[in-house]
């Protein structure tokens, strides 16, 4: 009995000290922390980047000035602040008294502390006081990749050869989520706004107030409530709820579209009946004239393998079934390939004359007729 003890204890010790097991309960922890409705003192102890003073924010951002405001999402404005030395920091304001914000506070705070990867934003700390919850994370001078390839003023800065490093890097940085980190993340609100850029124009994927952690051997899940951004959500989660790795494919491939064409897809619409950027696309594609997608300011910059390159693997992550999209790390072999042979893409999906809200969402699952009219509330 004695030896069966020792041995037991010892089973115990080894157990604890084995590094995959503290892994295992550290991810099943923070699960169970995210989906509980609060946040506590004691809830400090597990994370693993600085607590800041409000006083401090309060400080480094002139009491939360207009002057010093970046931006606002659907969970809270963003600020710049200057805290003593010079160093520069964005400030993520959430919500007082929303349970959404609590929710994507605790996801990010978690999430990115956890994650660390050169195409990810970095946090750099949080504050909880009362009702009010900020998130810090590090300074993008030039702000969102949408602020670029959207502003018809701005958008010749960004050349072929920037743009293709930026598609790059987005699929290194969700090949990272979906594969290659500690925990095995799905974005499930990536869009051009949430790539931020860094003085060196690398992108860094930004607001993982949405995102889901998935266990070792799952492959999808599903919900009631729908949230996200129409225009870059995939049909089967914008109808029905499912989500899983492809769904943040199909954001992937939208993504890329919109940086080659320098049109977004949400409010996209042509005198001939093409009501997204997607369906332009597919005729294009199919009438060979894919290279006219391009944006017309990179016609002395482009580089024709490498946009059609990028026109073919972005089809095929927006096509129609989840089962035909490519995994992020095949999307980013065929990037990087110069010799792979690419298949040729499906229809995509919503090449039909489909209506949709271009805000962001946050619903119920609507319901599927020819012409989908539903309209949201305003989200991220």
Known sequence: MRRQHGSNQGSRESTQENPDFRLYDSEKRIK??????????????????????LEIILQATNNFSDENKLGKGGFGPVYKATFPGGQEIAVKRLWSGSGQGLEEFKNEVILIAKLQHRNLVRLVGYCVKGDEKMLLY????????????????RC????????????????????????????????????????????????????FGL??????????????????????????????GFFSFKSDV????????????????????????????????????????????????LHETYNRDQVLKCINVALLCVQ?????????????????????TLPVPKKPAFAVKIGVSTTASSSSKPELSSVLSTTLEQGR
Do not use: C
């Open 32 to 53: 169970m922390w995210m989906e509980s409705r609060q946040f506590d003192e004691d809830d400090k102890k597990g994370i693993d980047v600085p607590f800041f003073d």
């Open 138 to 153: 590090e300074y993008m001078p030039n702000k969102s990749l949408d602020s670029f390839i959207f502003d018809r003023r």
């Open 156 to 207: 010749g800065l960004l050349t072929w050869d920037t743009r293709f490093e930026i598609i790059l890097g987005i699929a290194r940085g969700m090949l990272y989520l979906h594969q290659d980190s500690r925990l095995r993340i799905i974005h499930r609100d990536l869009k051009t706004s949430n790539v931020l850029l860094d003085e060196e124009m690398t992108p860094k994927i930004s607001d």
């Open 211 to 240: 995102a889901r952690i998935f266990e070792a051997k799952q492959t999808e899940a599903s919900t009631q409530r729908v949230i996200g951004t129409y225009g870059y959500m995939s049909p089967e989660y914008a109808l029905d």
């Open 250 to 297: 199909f954001s992937f491939g939208v993504v890329v579209l919109e940086i080659v064409s320098g049109i977004r897809n949400t409010g996209f619409y042509r005198s001939e009946g093409t009501m997204s950027l997607l369906t332009h696309a597919w005729n294009l594609w199919n009438d060979n004239k894919a290279l006219d997608l391009m944006d017309q300011v």
């Open 320 to 340: 129609e079934d989840p089962s035909d999209r490519p995994t992020m790390s095949n999307a980013v072999f065929m990037l990087g390939s110069e010799t792979v």
